[in-house]
C-alpha cells in the first residue's frame, strides 16, 4: 500500500509539473527574465502550490504519525548555514541557468524536452559529489 500511494503521489506530482508548465525549460528562464520576455504564469503556480503546502501541512501534522509510517520524518536542523545558503545559491544558479530544477528535469524525460539528457547526468554527478563531500 505504502508504495501504491507513493507512485500515486509521485504521478499526481509529476502530472502537476507537466500541466502548470515547470517542465517546460523554456517557460521557466522566461519566467526568470524579468529584464526580456518575462512570463509572470509560473507565479501563480508557486502562490498555489505555496498556499496548498501551508494549509496541507497544518492538517497532516495535526495528527499524531503517518497514515503508512510510524513517524513523520521532517529536517532536523532549524538553522540557516552557509552549508544551506550556498546550496540554495547553487540550486537557484542551476534553476536559471538551465531552466530545470530536479522535479520537472524528469518529468521533461517524457516530454523529451531539449537539454534533458544532459541536465539529468549533471544532476545526479552533482548530487553524488555532494554526497560525497558532505561524508568528510
Do not use: H
Amino acid at each position: 500500500m505504502r508504495i501504491f500511494a507513493g507512485l500515486l503521489a509521485g504521478l499526481l506530482f509529476g502530472v502537476g509539473l507537466v500541466v502548470s508548465g515547470m517542465s517546460d525549460p523554456a517557460k521557466v528562464l522566461n519566467f526568470l527574465d524579468v529584464a526580456g520576455s518575462w512570463d509572470p504564469s509560473l507565479a501563480f503556480v508557486m502562490g498555489g502550490a505555496s498556499v496548498t503546502t501551508f494549509i496541507g501541512y497544518r492538517l497532516v501534522l495535526r495528527q499524531p504519525a503517518p497514515k503508512l509510517a510510524e513517524v513523520f520524518q521532517l529536517p532536523a536542523a532549524t538553522q540557516i548555514d552557509a552549508r544551506l545558503l550556498g546550496g540554495a545559491a547553487l540550486f537557484g544558479l542551476g534553476w536559471g541557468i538551465g531552466g530545470f530544477c530536479p522535479g520537472p528535469a524528469w518529468t521533461a524525460l517524457t516530454l523529451l524536452a531539449p537539454g534533458t539528457m544532459v541536465f539529468l547526468p549533471m544532476m545526479l554527478l552533482g548530487l553524488w559529489i555532494g554526497n560525497r563531500v558532505s561524508q568528510r
